[in-house]
Each structure stands twice: as structure tokens, then as C-alpha cells.
């Protein structure tokens, strides 16, 4: 069984992500489990998703603790401790980001993936009116390159039948695909989904903001 835990903040998607990746993993022939655990917050509060893929029936129903994968959904996550807590001495971790891995080289004990999903969202349109971008869907598509256990086109099909903009999200997928980069843990860089180097980070500014001034004032709407 592979346990994946997605972290992200409110407005990020890490639950619809996770119910996506079972919904792949079931369609791909294997048993899945997706659950979420998170706050009232809408906007800016800690997001925790998990997902269970497994050949054989899944029976655990808790949250994950020791989880196989990470998926950080910004890369200030990657500077929280509770978010890294339990990760196995062999997990592996996604970071949306537009560094190379050897841009986080506290992590050098896991095997450090990333992919710029602010940047792949904005160059699709895939951007809340809010001018936040969506990227979910381009994390998805760098699991499934990752992963080998949920293909693409599953994915896609998912995306497709779930999505209110299914070809933009589509279009977003096949690029998180092709664009995420990995090192090895010798930091030997490759590209994983046969696309291009990770380009000038983008992530600044792009994420919901928790402002604990202003939040006294919010009536919830």
C-alpha cells in the first residue's frame, strides 16, 4: 500500500486532489482511499488531504502519519516542520515550486521532486477571478509521472468528467506531466516527464494569505 499526504492552504484544491488521485487510482484497478482533514478557514488555513492505493482492500480509516509521499502544495510548506512530520527515511516529496530540488537541500534525505504549478496554471488561464491560480490539476499530472501506479489518461478522464473547465485542466495535467523535475539522492538531476527544466520560481505572492489582523473582522461570507 502507498500512503500520500497532500498539504496545501485553503483555496489550493489539496481536497479535490486527493479525491482525483483515488478516483485515477480505482479507474487504474486498484483500491483507493481519499479523506481530508481541515478547518473553517476558506481561504488561508492548513489543508491536509490523504489518499490509500492499494492492490489489496484498504482497511485503515485513520489519518496518515507515516506517509510514503508529501505533495506541498507552496514551498513555504517545506519549511514546516508539521508538515514533514512522520515521512519515511525513503519517502519521496512534490513540491510546487520553481526551484530545482537542489533548492531545498534541507530534504537531501527524501527524494525531492518539483514542478512549477503557479507558473503552468497561469500560462494555461487556469487563474480564479481572485487572480489566484489553480493547480491542482498540474500536480496531479506530476504524480501520475512520479507515481507509475495512476496512468495519465485515467487521470484525464477523471479531470474530464469532474471539472467545470476540464480542457484547460486537461491542458495543465499533461504539462505537470511533462515538466516535473527530480533528483536523485546523489542530486543527479533528471526530468521526469520527458519535458522542460524548471524555469525562474514563480511561487511569490501566489498563495491565499492568513492574516490574522484582519481575520477578527471576518464575517464568514
Known sequence: MIEIRFHGLGGHGAVVASKFLADAAARSGYQAQAFASYGAL????????????????VRPHCKLYEPDWLVLMDEGLAEDPAALSGLKNSGSILINSGRPPSGFPDLVHFQVHTVDAYRIAKEKGLVLPGGMPVINTTLLGA????????SLEELKTVILEETPR???????????YRRVVSASMNGDLKDEGHGVSPSVPSTAGSYPV??????????RC
Do not use: H, T
Open 210 to 219: 492568513y492574516d490574522s489582523e484582519k481575520m477578527p473582522k471576518c464575517n
Open 166 to 176: 476540464p480542457e484547460v485542466n486537461i491542458a495543465c495535467a499533461d504539462q505537470g
Open 143 to 150: 504524480l501520475s509521472a512520479l507515481l507509475n501506479l495512476v
Open 42 to 57: 476558506r481561504r488561508g488555513g492548513k489543508v491536509e488531504s490523504y489518499v490509500r492505493i492499494s492492490e489489496n482492500p
